[in-house]
């Protein structure tokens, strides 16, 4: 068996595109889609609808939650661009969405971690963001990844969210961390200020097979056209985005653009 992950699609629609057509020259037997598909400033409601007419296996990300739950006054900018546009067909299909998969044959799906989906499983946020050139951001330790599984002992566990392409064992699980289609950097500040950047601004996406030695996973990355969404999210005021779908890496800050708030 041949799966096809996706995650963190944010919206961006020529990336998701490329990522499909990459996807079908693969022959891949499924594709599951880890979450956050809509939010931020580029195609969200047309990206919605390209992912209802796919009927891929989909589980909700944070931002699905956010966009659908949290009162106006407290969204992230992302977020009420996000609700502004969708429709009553796209709010339904993603009221709709489980927050977690089990697709069988032991691959499980989150979005963030099984108990949380803004909890990081993959990373760590660190208080030195600057310090020695620090990102404020590192790999998890394989005790702190045992314990946000949270008991899960699924051979394989599929999750997203932090936009950062990732495999690792523990404890004979393969956890996978596609990266995402549609924004290779970001930056935060919970629960301390940190930047994660992939460096390039390829779509990220994964491939997932199952054979005689046992599970493994390929990190992939495709060429899309980021300049036409750096015009798209400059367009709609967020040059934060623009900087990193151009580059992959974090330039102006988001609360540079947006100012204060919050950013849930």
Do not use: K
């Amino acid at each position: 068996m041949q799966l096809a992950i996706v995650s963190d699609i944010h919206g961006n629609l020529p990336a998701l595109d490329a990522v499909i057509a990459d996807i079908a020259r693969a022959g891949v037997d499924r594709i599951v889609n880890l979450g956050d598909i809509a939010s931020g400033p580029l195609w969200p409601r047309e990206t919605v609808q390209r992912l209802m007419a796919l009927g891929w296996p989909t589980i909700r990300g944070n931002h699905e939650r956010q966009v659908l739950t949290l009162p106006r006054e407290r969204m992230s900018a992302a977020d009420a661009f996000t609700a502004d546009r969708l429709g009553d067909a796209e709010r339904a299909w993603l009221a709709a969405l489980p927050a977690t998969l089990d697709l069988g044959g032991g691959v499980w799906c989150c979005h963030a971690t099984p108990t949380d989906d803004l909890e990081y499983l993959l990373e760590t946020v660190t208080p030195d963001l600057g310090r020695h050139g620090s990102p404020g951001i590192r790999a998890a330790t394989l005790d702190e990844v045992r314990a946000r599984l949270a008991g899960r002992r699924d051979p394989v566990v599929l999750c997203g969210h932090t936009h950062t392409p990732r495999l690792v064992r523990c404890d004979g699980a393969l956890v996978v961390n596609p990266g995402s289609v549609g924004v290779q950097a970001y930056d935060d500040d919970r629960p301390f200020e940190h930047r994660v950047e992939t460096g390039s601004p390829h779509a990220r996406w994964a491939v997932l097979e199952r054979g005689a030695a046992g599970w493994q996973a390929t990190l992939c990355a495709t060429a899309y056209d980021w300049e036409a969404a750096a015009r798209q999210a400059e367009v709609n005021g967020r040059g934060d985005w623009a900087d990193a779908l151009r580059t992959g890496r974090v330039g102006r800050l988001e609360r540079e653009v947006v100012g204060e708030g919050a950013r849930p």
